[in-house]
């Protein structure tokens, strides 16, 4: 979510790597614990830097392994892109990531998730990681305004890509050691996700599709992008087409080129958004374009039916 303040700040709301490879990541976390305030971890495609104290009675040691597992599972799907240096710090009023930089460039990511609570932690994180990914700071317009006609789709990326990473690390943690931090949170990961996709508001009504919801709801969908509701019943109708196809997710790499992109009617902004896109990762977006009545200029389009979600 942004909660935007005209003439000041703006801020986005919210918060397949091995088992191996996430170990690997802890033992170089702990390697590193020391005197300073926060540690910092590189990744393939970047650096984490964590912030030691303000989670309550979180393990510093087991949140800074939760979060490299966050940012390895969602980063994998990006290989060309380089975030830099992401901090992640404890926020109060809700996860979100700041449209302004730290001093030195990096990005800043505020969790409100405290005390161990792995499945928050691992909520919030994917969701602010994905509007990096998607190119949230590239929505000002000439004025210095954000443009937010389009931000409910995003809001509805993010939260689709949150309950993705959640149900991925829930299936690679149920197979890992007896014991570990993994195997002892993974049906809380699960659980968690199974929560959010059953509860009522995300289901639509029986016998009406997403496109004719899409038509009912599109004009207070522009206009207050962050009814949350209405964004997660979106979000689910989304997932299966990245869970179908994890590789699809590097197409939101190609959403918010611009503010010219950003600022564009829906229609138009996802034709942008498929124009955009390499042509391996075209299809996503067509799917996409199909499931809220939009037909790609092309005429291409996916036809395959998707599975319900597992």
Same mark, same amino acid.
């Given at each position: 979510m942004? @909660? =935007? =303040? =005209? $003439?000041?700040?703006?801020?986005v709301r919210l918060g397949r790597r091995s088992r191996r490879l996430a170990c690997v990541l802890a033992l170089i976390w702990?390697?590193?614990? #020391?005197? @300073? /305030?926060?540690?910092e971890l590189t990744l393939t495609h970047g650096a984490l830097r964590v912030a030691t104290a303000g989670w309550g009675n979180t393990p510093a040691a087991e949140l800074k392994l939760v979060l490299a597992a966050v940012a390895a599972e969602f980063g994998r799907h990006f290989p060309g892109r380089d975030l830099g240096t992401v901090n992640v710090v404890p926020g109060e009023i809700g996860p979100m990531v700041l449209y302004e930089r730290a001093a030195?460039?990096?990005? @800043?990511v505020k969790l409100?998730?405290?005390?161990?609570? +792995?499945f928050q932690f691992v909520y $919030? %994180?994917?969701?602010? *990681?994905?509007?990096?990914?998607?190119? %949230?700071?590239?929505?000002?317009?000439?004025?210095g305004q954000i443009e937010t006609a389009n931000q409910w789709f995003e809001e509805s990326i993010c939260e689709a890509a949150a309950l993705y990473t959640l =149900?991925? *690390? !829930?299936? $690679? +943690?149920? !197979?890992?050691?007896? #014991?570990?931090?993994?195997?002892? /949170? !993974?049906?809380?990961?699960?659980?968690? !996700?199974?929560?959010?996709l059953g509860e009522s508001h995300r289901q639509l009504p029986p016998g009406v599709s997403l496109a004719d919801w899409f038509r009912a709801h599109h004009a207070d969908l522009a206009s207050n992008p962050y009814h949350r509701q209405r964004n997660e019943l979106v979000a689910k109708a989304l997932l299966p087409y990245f869970e179908q196809n994890p590789d699809s997710w590097e197409a939101i790499a190609f959403l918010n080129t611009d503010s010219a992109h950003a600022a564009m009617v829906f229609e138009a902004y996802l034709e942008h958004w498929l124009q955009a896109c390499p042509v391996e990762r075209r299809e996503v977006v067509e799917r996409v374009m199909q499931v809220f009545g939009i037909r790609p200029e092309d005429g291409g389009g996916a036809q395959q039916s998707l599975d319900p979600l597992g």
């Open positions: 942004i @909660v =935007r =303040r =005209r $003439q000041r700040s703006a801020l702990c390697a590193g614990l #020391g005197k @300073v /305030h926060a540690h030195d460039g990096a990005y @800043v409100s998730a405290r005390d161990g609570r +792995w $919030q %994180f994917a969701h602010e *990681l994905c509007h990096i990914y998607s190119n %949230f700071d590239r929505k000002r317009s000439a004025d =149900r991925s *690390l !829930a299936r $690679q +943690w149920s !197979a890992a050691e007896a #014991g570990s931090l993994q195997a002892r /949170h !993974a049906a809380d990961l699960r659980a968690y !996700a199974d929560y959010f």
